[in-house]
């Protein structure tokens, strides 16, 4: 899709908001999960499915291997797991654009939920994260 075609849909999209809503759907990392903004009533909530791992090419163990030279002991935290959040915080921060706006997020893994996960969402995202437990007596197998 050309950036003008993105463009549209995303205008199409916010224009929705006054006439009953729609739903957006992106890729994380993809160019409208980063950048664009849906202040105020144009985007009220968010669900990040999944985390955005890398895949890991050469290039992405190369940079691993990198910062693993540079930092020893950290080099897949700061070539891997880092990137991977900062691309989610992204993503869930699509609803907030100025500090008036509000907006639910909904992180779908449970690994979002880890203590060594959490410690890299932002403050404004980490405090204000509450786990949802699993229902009991349902059973998920």
């Known amino acids: 899709m050309s950036s003008k075609d993105n463009e549209n849909m995303v205008e199409e999209s916010k224009a929705c908001s006054r006439h009953g809503g729609a739903m ?18 144009k985007m009220n909530s968010v669900v990040i499915v999944g985390v955005p791992y ?3 090419t050469p290039k992405v163990k190369a940079q691993i291997d990198c910062f693993e030279r540079c930092f020893p002991k950290r080099g897949r935290k700061y070539g891997y797991v880092i990137p991977s ?4 915080s992204q993503a869930a921060g ?11 997020m909904f992180f779908l893994d449970f690994r979002f939920s880890l203590p060594y996960s959490r410690q890299f969402f932002p403050s404004w995202i980490r405090d ?4 949802v437990a699993e229902p009991q007596g349902i059973d998920c197998e």
């Open 24 to 41: 957006f759907l992106g890729a994380q990392g993809g160019r409208t999960s980063e950048g664009v903004n849906f202040p105020g009533d």
């Open 54 to 56: 890398a895949e890991p």
């Open 85 to 88: 959040m900062k691309k989610a």
């Open 94 to 104: 699509r609803p907030i654009g100025t500090l008036e706006d509000r907006g639910a």
């Open 128 to 131: 204000n994260m509450r786990n």
